[in-house]
């Protein structure tokens, strides 16, 4: 086997490998806040959203800002609706579209997360500034990619 094909050589494992290690971490801190993660990033930009909300504030939209489809953002919201954090509505222009804001229960959830990352940070004892650098070398790799992704080809059936 060549050392390229080596496990520990791949990007895609590290990144894997952190994301499921971050996702642990912060399981204990959400655990109290009754939330999971994947709920939780959806509270985040619906948070972000009740700050400073987008035109369009829909399932779409938030798919998009998570890089998730409409099969697993909607038991996520389904759940986030029934913990009554979330309100989904139907648009009266079309009814296909569904928007979203935040129930008072799930404004004030944001309150009780301001800790999280810090302590998070502080716990794994990463520096702010490598942490800061690690994010932006991320952003740089995951535009990288979908700038990629969306110039290439589609594969195109035989006829």
């Known amino acids: ?22 996702t642990r971490a912060y399981k204990p801190m959400l655990d109290q806040l009754g939330l999971t993660y994947p ?3 959806v509270m985040l930009v619906l948070w972000e959203w009740h700050a ?3 035109a369009q504030p829909t399932v779409k939209a938030l798919g998009e800002r998570l890089m998730l489809d409409s ?3 909607t038991p ?6 029934q913990l009554s954090l979330v309100k989904r509505q139907r648009s009266a222009k079309d009814e296909r ?3 979203l804001s935040l129930s008072e229960t799930g404004v004030r959830l944001r309150d009780r997360t301001h800790g999280l990352k ?19 070398g991320l952003d ?8 990629l992704s969306s110039s290439a080809p589609t594969a195109q059936a035989d006829h």
């Open 1 to 22: 086997m060549t050392v390229s094909l080596a496990l520990d050589n791949q990007l895609c494992f590290k990144l894997y490998a952190a994301s499921r290690a971050v």
């Open 39 to 41: 709920q939780y990033l």
């Open 52 to 54: 400073t909300a987008p």
């Open 71 to 73: 099969g697993t953002l």
């Open 76 to 81: 996520l919201l389904k759940r986030l609706e």
């Open 97 to 99: 579209e569904v928007h």
């Open 118 to 136: 810090t302590r998070l940070l502080c716990d794994s004892g990463i520096d702010l500034n490598q942490a800061d650098a690690l994010r932006a």
């Open 140 to 147: 740089q790799l995951l535009r990288q990619i979908r700038e």
